[in-house]
Nanobody, 122 residues
Framework: QVQLVESGGGLVQPGGSLRLSCAVS????????MAWYRQAPGKPRELVAG???????NYADSVKGRFTISKDNAKNTAYLQMSSLKPEDTAVYYC????????????????WGKGTLVNVSS
């Protein structure tokens, strides 16, 4: 069974850094686009960063210049490098990956991680 396994969240002081990882568990053919979302208490889920299959990226204005999304195709893993963290970055972070389960698949399946908590506090 294919699933996404997230890691890297935790407690960090303002100004600190964290790297989130999202690994695909199970047998797949390939991955497509990837993204990281976050949801703070009492707020809707929002897009933080996206990475297309061709390598184009986009970021929420609030994280531009501080966060970097990347991927390792060989490891089927997505990353979110976060630096200069602020208390307002505190949220549960979710990864999203488009997965082609078999080589013949015309359209990808959509998978979400279960979320990892990032708490920025002194």
């Amino acid at each position: 069974q294919v699933q996404l396994v997230e890691s890297g969240g935790g407690l960090v002081q303002p100004g600190g850094s964290l790297r989130l990882s999202c690994a695909v568990s199970g047998t797949i053919s390939s991955t497509g686009g990837m993204a990281w979302y976050r949801q703070a208490p009492g707020k809707p889920r929002e897009l933080v960063a996206g990475l297309t299959r061709s390598g184009s990226t986009n970021y929420a204005d609030s994280v531009k210049g501080r966060f970097t999304i990347s991927k390792d195709n060989a490891k089927n893993t997505a990353y979110l490098q976060m630096s200069s963290l602020k208390p307002e970055d505190t949220a549960v972070y979710y990864c999203y990956i488009e997965i082609f389960l078999i080589r013949e698949a015309r359209n990808p399946e959509h998978y979400w991680g279960k979320g990892t908590l990032v708490n920025v506090s002194s």
